[in-house]
T-cell receptor, first 113, second 109 residues
Framework: NAGVTQTPKFRVLKTGQSMTLLCAQDMNHEYMYWYRQDPGMGLRLIHYSVGEGTTAKGEVPDGYNVSRLKKQNFLLGLESAAPSQTSVYFC????????????FGDGTRLSIL | GQNIDQPTEMTATEGAIVQINCTYQTSGFNGLFWYQQHAGEAPTFLSYNVLDGLEEKGRFSSFLSRSKGYSYLLLKELQMKDSASYLCAVRDSNYQLIWGAGTKLIIKP
């Protein structure tokens, strides 16, 4: 049972490039989340989804887009990468709303040069 | 504004007890989570408090006082594997999670 799987684990991009981070969960969870984690700061919610075909903005959505075409997958896209987007990105899923514990992937370490 | 305060770093000795505090000022309160995060790894769920009082789960306990905007995580019989960051997160009036920056706990032999 894999839980939440993120790909890739590491990536280096140049400013202006685009890329997609993939998150897959095998727990049949309805809710999925994308966070970024920066030194000295708490996790910040980028976008989230409450079910297949739905997405919503979180605290820091600018510069990112998401899609949830299948229940088990949640994709995070960077349209035109900027150095300020250098961060560790975590995907999480939960059975229900934010009162339920979230299960996190191992993270994607992204550097923008 | 919304704010979660935790000490940045704490040091404790193997076998001892440590208390990690979390104070919060948020727009409403609908529950508080504690997560553990080992360096370079994913956060993992430890506890969830909605009502005042102490919740015990093995060597870990979590306490909540809603009137004081305060919680703590108590770790007993510390082991080296408890070296990690401990994240406090509050569920606000909009049912969004507000995360603290985490407390890095260093366990010394």
């Amino acid at each position: 049972n894999a839980g939440v799987t993120q790909t890739p684990k590491f990536r280096v991009l140049k400013t202006g490039q685009s890329m997609t981070l993939l998150c897959a969960q095998d727990m049949n969870h309805e809710y999925m989340y994308w966070y970024r984690q920066d030194p000295g700061m708490g996790l910040r919610l980028i976008h989230y989804s409450v079910g297949e075909g739905t997405t919503a903005k979180g605290e820091v959505p600018d510069g990112y887009n998401v899609s949830r075409l299948k229940k088990q997958n949640f994709l995070l896209g960077l349209e035109s990468a900027a150095p300020s987007q250098t961060s560790v990105y975590f995907c999480a899923s939960s059975y229900g709303d934010s009162a339920q514990p979230q299960h996190f992937g191992d993270g994607t370490r992204l550097s923008i040069l | 504004g919304q704010n979660i305060d935790q000490p940045t770093e704490m040091t404790a000795t193997e076998g001892a007890i440590v208390q990690i505090n979390c104070t919060y000022q948020t727009s409403g309160f609908n529950g508080l989570f504690w997560y553990q995060q080992h360096a370079g790894e994913a956060p993992t769920f430890l506890s969830y408090n909605v009502l005042d009082g102490l919740e015990e789960k093995g060597r870990f306990s979590s306490f909540l006082s809603r009137s004081k905007g305060y919680s703590y995580l108590l770790l007993k019989e510390l082991q080296m594997k408890d070296s990690a960051s401990y994240l406090c997160a509050v569920r606000d009036s909009n049912y969004q999670l507000i995360w603290g920056a985490g407390t890095k706990l260093i366990i010394k032999p």
